[in-house]
C-alpha cells in the first residue's frame, strides 16, 4: 500500500499509516532508521534518488509526508528544533520586515525575536493579545510582512481566530504562521482556516514521550515549500534519522494520548474551580466561549494563578509527586512549571507582567496518567502551602 491508499482516511489511520511505507524494500511493518549521510548516484549529478542526509533522508521524509497529511497539507519539512523550525520562518524575512506575534508567546520565540533578530538583522516586532482581532488588524504596517500566532498560546493559553486573522493577514499579502504546538493536528488544522504555516515543537506531543527534540513546518503552497525547503537545506537545521523515527513512533498513538491528556486536563480544572487558593485559571473554553478554529478538545495544558508570593509558589511546585518539576511538556507524564523562573525567565520581568506571566502563574503540562493520582497529587501540594 502507498500514501495515496489512505488520503481519505480519518485522522487516526492516517497517523499510523502515512509516511510509514519503508524505501527499502524488506516489507517491515514499520519504517527503518536510515543512519546514512550520503547516497550512490548512477552517474555525476544524478538528481534521481537522494543524493545528501542534509537535503533528504528517507527516515526524515516518511515523517514529513505524515505530518504533511496529518495537517491536510502537502509539505512539510522537519527541523532539528522547534525554535530551527521558527527560524526557517523568519528566515522568509528580510531586513526592515515587520512581524505581528501574540504577546505572551514561548519564552524561547521572545529571545529569539528580541535578542537576536531585532538587533541583529533589523526585524521589527509588535506584540499584541491573541484574543483580540482587531488588535492584529491595528498593528499592521506598510513593512508587515508575518503574522507569528501561538493558539492556544504558550503559557496563558489564549487563543486566536485564525480565520479572522488570516483575513486581515491576506488583505495585505501578509503570511500567517500558526504555532499549533499546544493543539496538535488532531485538535485544530490551521491550514484549512487559510493559515499559510504551520509550525509545531514536536519535542511536545507529536514526540508525546519527552526523548526527542525536533520542530517542524507544514504548508501547501509550492512556491512557499520551494523557499521553506531551500532555507532548511543552506542553512542545515535538519533533524536526524534517528530523532525522525522517534516522533514517528509517537505519532502512531497521537490520537490516543490527546484524548486522554484533554479529559485529564479538564478533570484538574474542575477540581482547581474548587480549591480556595487558586486565583484564576487559563484553560480553553474556562471562560464559557465556544472554542474557536474548529477544535475538538481543549487541549492538555492548564495554567493558574495562586494567591501567594513566589516563595509560596516555589514550595507548591517542588511539593508534587507525579508532576515533575521540569521543563517542555506534552509529554506521557505529568509535568509542573514556574513561567517566569523557568520557560519564560528570559524575559524581562515588566514586560513578563505586562503581558500578564505573573510570579504567582503555575503551568501543567497534564499526563494520561490516573486522573485519581493526578488530583491527590495536586491537592498535597495545596496542602502543603496551606
Not at 129 to 142: Q, S, W
Not at 281 to 287: L, T
Request: glycine share 8%; hydrophobic share 40%.
Amino acid at each position: 500500500m502507498t500514501d495515496d491508499d489512505f488520503k481519505n482516511k480519518k485522522f487516526e489511520t492516517i497517523a499510523i499509516h502515512s509516511g510509514q511505507v519503508p524505501e527499502d524494500g524488506a516489507q517491515s511493518v514499520t519504517t527503518p532508521i536510515f543512519p546514512t549521510t550520503t547516497f550512490r548516484e548512477d552517474f555525476p549529478g544524478d538528481p534521481s534518488g537522494y543524493v545528501y542526509a542534509r537535503w533528504s533522508n528517507p527516515t526524515r521524509v516518511a515523517l514529513e509526508k505524515a505530518v504533511a497529511a496529518l495537517e491536510g497539507g502537502t509539505h512539510a519539512y522537519a527541523f532539528s528544533s522547534g525554535l530551527a523550525a521558527v527560524q526557517g520562518v523568519l528566515n522568509l524575512l528580510k531586513s526592515g520586515d515587520h512581524v505581528v506575534a501574540v504577546n505572551d508567546l514561548y519564552g524561547g520565540c521572545h529571545r529569539m525575536f528580541e535578542q537576536l533578530m531585532k538587533p541583529h538583522f533589523n526585524i521589527e516586532f509588535t506584540y499584541v493579545d491573541a484574543r483580540d482581532t482587531e488588535a492584529f488588524e491595528k498593528a499592521v504596517k506598510k513593512n508587515t510582512k508575518l503574522f507569528w500566532i501561538e493558539t492556544p498560546s504558550n503559557p496563558l493559553l489564549h487563543l486566536a481566530d485564525i480565520k479572522a486573522a488570516v483575513e486581515i493577514a491576506k488583505k495585505q499579502n501578509i503570511l500567517v504562521a500558526v504555532d499549533s504546538t499546544f493543539a496538535t493536528p488532531y485538535l485544530q488544522q490551521p491550514l484549512a482556516l487559510g493559515a499559510d504555516i504551520v509550525h509545531h515543537s514536536m519535542s511536545k506531543y507529536l514526540g508525546g514521550h519527552c526523548d526527542v527534540i525536533g520542530g517542524v513546518l507544514a504548508m501547501k503552497d509550492e512556491k512557499l515549500a520551494e523557499q521553506v525547503r531551500f532555507n532548511q537545506y543552506a542553512v542545515g537545521g535538519i533533524l536526524g534519522p534517528f530523532e525522525s523515527w522517534l516522533v514517528l513512533r509517537g505519532l502512531k498513538t497521537l490520537h490516543v494520548r490527546m484524548d486522554r491528556h484533554c479529559q485529564n486536563a479538564s478533570a484538574v480544572v474542575d477540581y482547581l474551580k474548587t480549591v480556595d487558593a487558586v486565583e484564576k485559571i487559563h484553560f480553553p473554553g474556562v471562560d464559557g466561549k465556544p472554542l474557536p478554529n474548529d477544535m475538538k478538545l481543549p487541549g492538555g495544558m492548564v495554567s493558574f494563578e495562586i494567591k501567594a508570593d513566589f516563595e509560596t509558589v516555589k514550595r507548591f511546585v517542588m511539593s508534587t509527586k507525579v508532576f515533575v518539576l521540569a521543563e517542555s511538556l506534552g509529554g506521557v507524564e505529568s509535568l509542573v512549571n514556574h513561567p517566569a523562573s523557568m520557560t519564560h525567565a528570559s524575559i524581562p520581568k515588566d514586560v513578563r507582567e505586562a503581558h500578564g506571566i505573573s510570579d504567582c502563574l503555575i503551568r501543567l503540562s497534564v499526563g494520561i496518567e490516573s486522573i485519581d493520582d493526578i488530583l491527590e497529587d495536586l491537592k498535597a501540594a495545596f496542602a502543603a502551602i496551606a
